[in-house]
């Protein structure tokens, strides 16, 4: 089984190999390539990836490459994970919509449609060449705003599901507090990527006991502080909302605080040059754990477990991931792409039926489904016309004195990423 990832020079990508090391009976890896345009970052990660398999007696062979094509020839799957522009571009994101007193944020809003705007010709354009040479592959994306690049995949006829590792976060907290293995539990998550709910926990299965009530009833305000939302808020919602929505919920306090302390990219990049000045030392053979703090926790145990079930091996039969709704809400077009539980197999993921969803939730989807769409077709067209209609149909924007001045923000910063600009 030959993996590729691409990205593969992320400091992120440890704690995946980790992850295939570990849980090589549930994926059989023979051949990891990492590929990066970035070579003295491929070197160093490649270099603990090999010192990693080493250390847990895994067979597999680590290749390195700048080549794609090379890369994904002959793949089984292909694991997205980039960064176009890298930091640099992710502190622009961050710091320009607030001068108009918007979040500066890498997945929502102006932040998150500049990234979608860089993000989405690159990864199709990967994805064609992935199909070139090896039309059998799945392609998993992890590279943000999930939803609307993994939508863009599946409009273009890609095999593509989408992953995000809030669900399995969830999970694994949950667990904790009930005291009970992760695996026996299964969410009811039902919404957009980074625009999500948790409506039910239960144990055991889709069929089992919905703890959530006593959940929240012991230990709302545990998760209310993780959440950093106001326990009240929790008990009149009765659902545990992604840390995400606090964007939405809390909007103009979200905007006061992040004016006042350093972008979580200028955190990120100077964490990634302790890592990577870490991955440099030939005695390391494990991920440190100040990785932990990098973000994406649980990742690579969520994509093991999606590419198992997609080539056919192991992996949960059921997992939240990324898709097209086909129905499920009915209140959204079936080609919007949610985010839910879903079967998963070697035909791909098909979503399992979710209960009728509150108003209050459904709304906001809806509203940021039209969003997406709009951002996507900016996207595929570009065009300042289309980026303003985007920007005006969020939810946290919406105002077209903002809209018109985030436009030309939007186009200054990321004009040497945008072909048409």
Not at 138 to 152: E, K, L, M, Q, S
Not at 389 to 396: G, V, Y
Not at 399 to 420: F, G, K, P, S, V
Request: charged share 20%; hydrophobic share 40%.
């Amino acid at each position: 089984m030959k993996l590729t990832v691409v990205g593969g020079g992320s400091t992120y990508t440890p704690e995946l190999v980790d992850g295939f090391a570990r849980l090589r009976d549930t994926l059989p890896v023979e051949e990891l390539v990492l590929m990066d345009p970035a070579q003295d970052r491929l070197d160093l990660v490649g270099g603990l990836a090999r010192r990693i398999f080493t250390r847990q007696d895994h067979a597999a062979r680590v290749t390195t490459t700048s080549d794609l094509d090379e890369a994904v020839d002959g793949a089984d799957a292909v694991l997205l994970q980039l960064r176009v522009g890298g930091q640099a571009a992710r502190e622009q994101d961050e710091t320009w919509p607030l001068e108009c007193g918007c979040v500066g944020q890498e997945t929502t809003g102006a932040g998150g449609l500049a990234k979608a705007l860089r993000t989405v010709p690159v990864v199709l354009d990967i994805a064609d060449r992935v199909r070139r040479t090896s039309p059998h592959a799945w392609i998993i994306d992890f590279t943000n705003p999930v939803g609307i690049v993994t939508r863009a995949l599946l409009q273009a006829g890609h095999k593509a599901v989408g992953l995000c590792n809030v669900a399995i976060g969830l999970q694994r907290k949950f667990a904790a507090l009930l005291s009970t293995e992760p695996s026996g539990i299964h969410l009811d998550h039902v919404g957009l990527n980074h625009l999500t709910w948790e409506t039910a926990v239960r144990l055991g299965g889709p069929e089992g006991e919905d703890v959530l009530p006593k959940l929240l009833g012991e230990h709302g305000d545990t998760i209310a502080a993780d959440l950093r939302l106001p326990r009240p808020l929790l008990d009149t919602l009765g659902v545990v909302p992604s840390y995400y929505l606090r964007y939405y919920y809390a909007h103009d306090e979200v905007v006061r605080e992040l004016r006042t302390k350093p972008s979580r990219a200028v955190e990120v990049a100077a964490m990634e040059r302790r890592l990577l000045a870490m991955y440099a030392d030939p005695a390391l053979d494990e991920k440190p754990e100040l990785l932990a703090q990098r973000g994406g926790a649980f990742y690579s145990e969520a994509a093991v477990d999606l590419a198992a079930a997609l080539l056919g091996g192991g992996g949960s039969p059921y997992q939240v991931v990324n898709t097209y709704n086909r129905g499920t809400l009915p209140f959204l077009p079936d080609d919007a792409v949610i985010e839910v539980q879903s079967a998963v197999g070697s035909k791909g993921a098909s979503p399992l039926p979710v209960h009728p969803v509150n108003p209050l939730h459904a709304g906001l989807m809806a509203h940021v489904t039209a969003y997406e769409d709009l951002a996507l077709q900016a996207a595929l067209h570009g065009g300042r016309d289309r980026v303003f209609r985007a920007l005006l149909s969020h939810p946290l924007i919406g105002q077209y004195a903002y809209a018109e001045t985030l436009t030309d923000r939007l186009i200054a910063h990321n004009r040497e990423h945008l072909a048409w600009a």
